[in-house]
């Protein structure tokens, strides 16, 4: 089989993946305080972080990241910042917000533009009055977005890469990724990830645990179900409260319509006792 080219497409083909796009600020210690940073300017009042990630348990995001460039404020020494590698992400100190943007260049088998994003510096308080009350307690202004990058027909390169299964081996303990050696052995004379077990008998079931050569694993699933599951009852609980939010809401408006209603009652009254005292 040849190999995937870097400049076929996959007809009818979309493939999405999501990154975090967000920002961090915290508020420094005043001038004067010992805790204060050396060599910060005097009115610079936060250190703030603004970054790309991946969100927890996605595939790797260096599969079709290659590199991602922050256009900060212009009065910044050497505002056009470059990270080449993860983590991608700048951390400066400042005093105001402004807008950043984001350029993300992709890797080069992609045959993809840069795509452009922008992400406001939040460094102020900011919210309902509960999440304001969290921001001053820790100090910590975050403000984040899910941005959603779509490769459409794909090259035939970009599309095995985010197909492949090792996108998930980051998440594997340490011990169980191996090195370069294991990954050899647990490679077939294809090329490709040998199936069943080490010992070359063949399964359909997982291994209990991951070893040297066997990168894939119960316990490695075991921990993504449970990964998964606690982010379902993340869901669950941020559901809920939505719900309670919008009964609330529900509430409200409908105090204000019948505050309403009676008003335009009274009015009405008003302007029909107004009619008749005229037409006597
Ligand atoms: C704007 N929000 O968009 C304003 C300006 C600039 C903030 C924000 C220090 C920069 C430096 C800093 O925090 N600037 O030290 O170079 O017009």
Same mark, same amino acid.
């Given at each position: %089989?040849?190999?995937?080219?870097?400049?076929?497409?996959?007809?009818?083909?979309?493939?999405?993946?999501?990154?975090?796009?967000?920002?961090? =600020? @915290?508020?420094?210690?005043?001038?004067?305080?010992?805790?204060?940073?050396? !060599?910060?300017?005097?009115?610079?009042?936060?250190?703030?972080?603004?970054?790309?990630?991946?969100?927890?348990? +996605?595939?790797?995001?260096?599969? @079709?990241?290659?590199?991602?460039?922050?256009?900060?404020?212009?009065?910044?020494?050497?505002?056009?910042?470059?990270?080449?590698?993860?983590?991608?992400?700048?951390?400066?100190?400042?005093?105001?917000?402004?807008?950043?943007?984001?350029?993300?260049?992709?890797?080069?088998?992609?045959?993809?533009?840069?795509?452009?994003?922008?992400?406001?510096?939040?460094?102020?308080?900011?919210?309902?009055?509960?999440?304001?009350?969290?921001?001053?307690?820790?100090?910590?202004?975050? &403000?984040?977005?899910?941005?959603?990058?779509?490769?459409?027909?794909?090259?035939? =390169?970009?599309?095995?890469?985010?197909?492949?299964?090792?996108? @998930? +081996?980051?998440? %594997?303990?340490?011990?169980?990724? !191996? !090195?370069?050696?294991?990954?050899?052995?647990?490679? !077939?004379?294809?090329?490709?990830?040998?199936?069943?077990?080490?010992?070359?008998?063949?399964?359909?079931?997982?291994?209990?645990?991951?070893?040297?050569? %066997? %990168?894939?694993?119960?316990?490695?699933?075991?921990?993504?179900?449970?990964?998964?599951?606690?982010?379902? =009852?993340?869901?669950?609980?941020?559901?809920? =409260?939505?719900? $309670? $939010?919008? +009964?609330?809401?529900?509430?409200?408006?409908?105090?204000?319509?019948?505050?309403?209603?009676?008003?335009? &009652?009274?009015?009405? &009254?008003?302007?029909?006792?107004? +009619?008749?005292?005229?037409?006597?």
């Amino acid at each position: %089989m040849p190999a995937p080219a870097a400049n076929k497409r996959v007809k009818n083909r979309r493939i999405s993946r999501n990154i975090i796009i967000g920002s961090e =600020a @915290w508020n420094l210690p005043p001038p004067g305080h010992p805790d204060r940073p050396k !060599g910060v300017p005097e009115d610079h009042t936060k250190r703030w972080t603004v970054y790309v990630r991946q969100p927890e348990g +996605d595939p790797v995001l260096t599969t @079709w990241l290659n590199k991602v460039q922050f256009k900060i404020f212009s009065t910044y020494e050497n505002p056009l910042r470059t990270c080449e590698n993860p983590p991608f992400e700048v951390t400066e100190t400042g005093w105001g917000g402004f807008t950043v943007d984001i350029r993300l260049h992709f890797q080069p088998m992609s045959g993809e533009k840069a795509q452009y994003r922008q992400h406001f510096l939040q460094l102020e308080k900011y919210g309902t009055p509960e999440q304001q009350e969290r921001q001053e307690k820790t100090g910590c202004v975050r &403000a984040e977005y899910l941005e959603v990058v779509q490769f459409n027909e794909p090259t035939e =390169a970009l599309f095995e890469a985010l197909t492949a299964e090792d996108q @998930w +081996d980051y998440l %594997m303990p340490q011990s169980a990724k !191996g !090195g370069k050696k294991a990954a050899m052995m647990s490679m !077939g004379a294809n090329g490709k990830p040998k199936r069943g077990y080490p010992n070359g008998e063949r399964s359909a079931q997982l291994p209990e645990k991951g070893s040297e050569d %066997m %990168m894939f694993s119960q316990e490695h699933e075991a921990a993504l179900i449970d990964l998964l599951q606690k982010k379902m =009852a993340e869901v669950d609980a941020q559901l809920d =409260a939505e719900g $309670k $939010k919008k +009964d609330e809401t529900e509430q409200r408006l409908k105090a204000l319509r019948d505050e309403l209603g009676q008003a335009a &009652a009274q009015q009405a &009254a008003q302007q029909a006792s107004g +009619d008749r005292s005229r037409r006597r």
